[in-house]
Every structure is written in C-alpha cells, then in structure tokens.
C-alpha cells in the first residue's frame, strides 16, 4: 500500500515558478515508481513526468524543458520544479504509483488506469 499526500500548489503569474511536493507513506521499503498526472478545466487527466526507481525520468513535450521531477528517497518525498509558468499549465496536480519497483511501459506511462495509488491533488493556477 502507498499512501501520498500533495502540496506546494498555488496562484502566480505565467513566468514564474512553483514546486510541488508529495509526501510519500509506504508500508514497504521499496522504492517504487512516481509519476505527476494533471487535470485542467474540461479536460482529461494527464500525465506530466515520471520517475523510476533508480531516478530515471521521462516527460511529457508540453512540459519538456520546463518542469523537473525529483525525489528525496531519504525524505521519502517526491517533487515537482515547475519553471517558466503558461496559463495553460493551470490544473489540478495529482502524485500517483503504481506501487511497483518498475514503471509503466513507454507506450503506457501517460495512461492513468495504471496507476493504482493517489494523492488527493493540489491546485495550481497559472495567471497572465
């Protein structure tokens, strides 16, 4: 079982900078995969970024370039850096696992059906 619990959301102008953080609860020591998931106003739920078990990461074009996702194994927490802001970043952010020591397959890490594990989300709103 993963428990996950986000914060670090907030407003600011586009331009500007947040980071996002997920506490991460676990009744295993496994270090499991991460990913970030987003969900805009009348949109579908998206994937951002994952990260494996040994720190290896993959993220989505939008972001590309832009965010960063990060873990601290010893804080048992996970991070997003989310630099140059676009209105269009504007969304709920939501932490998710799979539970598991390896990630999706590269065809399957954006789907969010597998991905047993969420946080609750938090917002994050992006201004011009």
């Known amino acids: 079982q993963v428990h996950l619990v986000e914060s670090g959301g907030g407003s600011v102008q586009a331009g500007g900078s947040l980071t996002l953080s997920c506490a991460v609860s676990?009744?295993?020591?496994?270090?499991?995969?991460m990913a970030w998931f987003r969900q805009g106003p009348g949109k579908e739920r998206e994937g951002v970024a994952v990260i494996d078990s040994a720190g290896s990461t993959t993220y989505s074009d939008s972001v590309k370039g832009r965010f960063t996702i990060s873990k601290d194994n010893t804080k048992s927490t996970l991070y997003l850096q989310m630099n140059s802001l676009k209105p269009e970043d504007t969304a709920m952010y939501y932490c998710?696992?799979?539970?598991?020591?390896?990630?999706?397959?590269?065809?399957?890490?954006?789907?969010?059906?597998?991905?047993?594990?969420w946080g609750q989300g938090t917002q994050v709103t992006v201004s011009s």
């Open positions: 998710a696992s799979n539970g598991l020591t390896t990630c999706p397959n590269w065809l399957f890490w954006k789907y969010d059906t597998v991905y047993n594990y």
């Open positions: 676990r009744y295993t020591d496994r270090s499991v995969c």
